[in-house]
């Protein structure tokens, strides 16, 4: 009798036991599965820039040239399925010049080839020819179905298309004679043409003088070159009266891009 009661108390726990394990997997299957955020991976943008993982002997810094585009691309592993990417670039205080405007770009990607678990992220964005050049942050932030946010960021440097340096102009001249005007000038697309404009600072001409206006475009030696040392002898006639005459040196690229510096030079009697 004491056996049978045994082997009833021993099944009775076995059935509770069954179903209390079989009430916990149930639970189990109902709670969510934490998944991973995404991880970017190959963050490339600009020229001259590399992922940091990459190994290379020199460290190459990030650039682009304001009216072109910015290439930027990355791989995205994400175990939750990619529910946005979005890109944000802004300036890092910098001076807005004339004809200049500030540029801020965000925009949020949710094209359907980018929506999976495994995003290759590719696009091409234009930069405004009028953005003040210098360093720009960029951003890319990756959010996933669930919610998970991973972000990645670096400089960039937008620079002009024409950059004039090492300028060397003289500041006064004797009539009769000529002044000197060097400088170095990189131009991306290759230069098409210099000019120079030199005019008077309402100067009255007196008895045996002649108004001087000069304009004059350089091509020889300098047409379609990128990177080139302007070095010229300007001729000032000995009738030209003397005073404060403006200069204006400008440079095209062969795309219509132009480059502008003025200064000023003191024309003297003797």
């Known amino acids: 009798m004491k056996t049978k009661i045994n082997k009833s108390k021993f099944k009775i726990l076995a059935v509770i036991a069954f179903f209390a394990l079989s009430f916990q997997s149930c639970s189990n299957d109902d709670d969510p599965v934490d998944l991973a955020a995404p991880v970017i991976s190959s963050f490339e943008y600009g020229e001259g820039h590399h992922d940091e993982e990459e190994e290379h002997d020199e460290e190459e810094e990030a650039y682009a040239y304001r009216g072109s585009d910015l290439h930027l691309e990355a791989e995205i592993y994400a175990e939750a399925i990619v529910s946005s990417i ?51 942050h960029v951003e890319l932030i990756v959010t996933d179905e669930l919610g ?47 000019s120079v404009d030199v005019h008077a600072h309402d100067i009255t001409p007196a008895d045996g003088e002649v108004e001087w206006d000069y304009e004059v475009e350089f091509l020889d030696g300098y047409h379609e070159e990128t990177e080139v040392e302007f070095h010229e002898h300007i001729d000032v006639p000995a009738t030209a009266p003397a005073g404060e005459y403006h200069i204006t040196f400008t440079v095209e690229d062969e795309d219509g891009n132009t480059k502008e510096y003025e200064t000023h030079i003191d024309v003297t009697a003797s």
């Open 148 to 194: 998970n946010v991973t972000e990645v960021e670096g400089h960039i440097d937008i620079l002009d298309v024409i950059t004039l340096s090492d300028i060397s102009i003289d500041s006064e001249v004797v009539r009769g004679e000529d002044f000197h005007a060097e400088f170095m000038i990189d131009a991306v697309n290759g230069i098409h043409s210099i």
């Open 86 to 136: 979005e890109i944000s670039i802004h300036a890092h205080d910098l001076a807005v010049g004339e004809g200049e405007e500030e540029w801020d770009f965000e925009q949020v990607y949710t094209d359907a080839n980018y929506l999976v678990i495994n995003a290759s992220f590719h696009e091409h964005i234009d930069i405004p020819a009028t953005v003040p050049a210098g360093e720009y």
